[in-house]
């Protein structure tokens, strides 16, 4: 067991070093810390997502409008841990200044508000577009209230969710 630890704590030392190093050739000096409790899914998965905060300095260039950049950053040190550790690794998330997890939290606060008014009023509500993972948030936020359905609506960079009336 505590092999298995070791291992994982070298793990993340490399990840840390990969992402620190991407982040000093685009001249961003920047620190990525790995956050073990963090929740940005609704989802438990085997294995457990290893969650890296990145503190810097402008963290709203990491981030960009509605979290794209930050989307694009995490695919981009996704595919780069994958082929530079030969290992099985986990799935990676990476956040900025806490970003991830601040959205995680509004989008099912919102959806749980939008839900009761659609439940008191009878009429569908359609969310602002989002990406397929927060709609995943919002639809999973939902999943036990019976008094709504969701679905997903929409093309491309414009879909959303509509939270309907179940009856």
Do not use: W
Request: with cysteine; hydrophobic share 40%; net charge negative.
């Amino acid at each position: 067991m505590a092999e298995e630890i070791q291992i994982n704590e070298q793990l993340i030392i490399e990840i840390q070093k990969i992402i620190e190093e991407l982040l000093d050739k685009m001249g961003i000096v920047a620190a990525a810390e790995y956050k073990e409790d963090a929740i940005v899914q609704e989802i438990e998965r085997t294995p457990k997502p290893f969650l890296f905060d990145i503190d810097c300095a402008n963290p709203g260039i990491l981030i960009g409008r509605a979290g794209q950049t930050l989307d694009s950053l995490q695919y981009l040190l996704r595919t780069m841990i994958s082929h530079k550790l030969d290992e099985d690794i986990p799935p990676i998330v990476v956040d900025v200044s806490g970003y991830k997890q601040r959205r995680y939290k509004y989008l099912k606060d919102l959806a749980v508000k939008v839900a009761n008014q659609v439940a008191e009023t009878g009429e569908p509500l359609a969310l602002e577009p989002m990406s397929a993972y927060e709609r995943r948030i919002v639809h999973t936020a939902l999943n036990d209230d019976n008094r709504v359905i969701t679905e997903s609506t929409g093309f491309e960079d414009g879909r959303k969710v509509v939270i309907k009336p179940a009856n």
